[in-house]
């Protein structure tokens, strides 16, 4: 599963070297929002990855639902394609 999360998580999207949380908050507005767009599509990616991870180990949608502060239907139509 390492190699998944690695391939996941690793975004060649933020240059070498950069920080993407200290970037959200540069005063350079395109460089804020390049840096915000960055984290959420790993948040997204880990989302992703955490529910697989949940439903592999026998966690029920709400139970899901209840961890990721949503509704079961909301979450069972996101992410019920992918598993």
Do not use: C, F, N, Y
């Not at 970037?23 to 915000?36: F, K, N, Q």
């Amino acid at each position: 599963m390492s190699t998944m999360v690695d391939s996941m998580v690793h975004d060649p999207a933020p240059a070498a070297g950069d920080d993407p949380a200290a970037a959200a908050t540069s005063e350079d507005p395109v460089t804020g929002l390049r840096a915000v767009r960055s984290l959420r599509e790993l948040a997204e990616r880990l989302e992703t990855l955490q529910v697989a991870r949940a439903r592999q180990l026998g966690l029920s949608w709400q139970e899901i639902a209840d961890a990721l502060g949503v509704t079961r239907q909301a979450v069972h139509k996101k992410h019920r394609k992918e598993l």
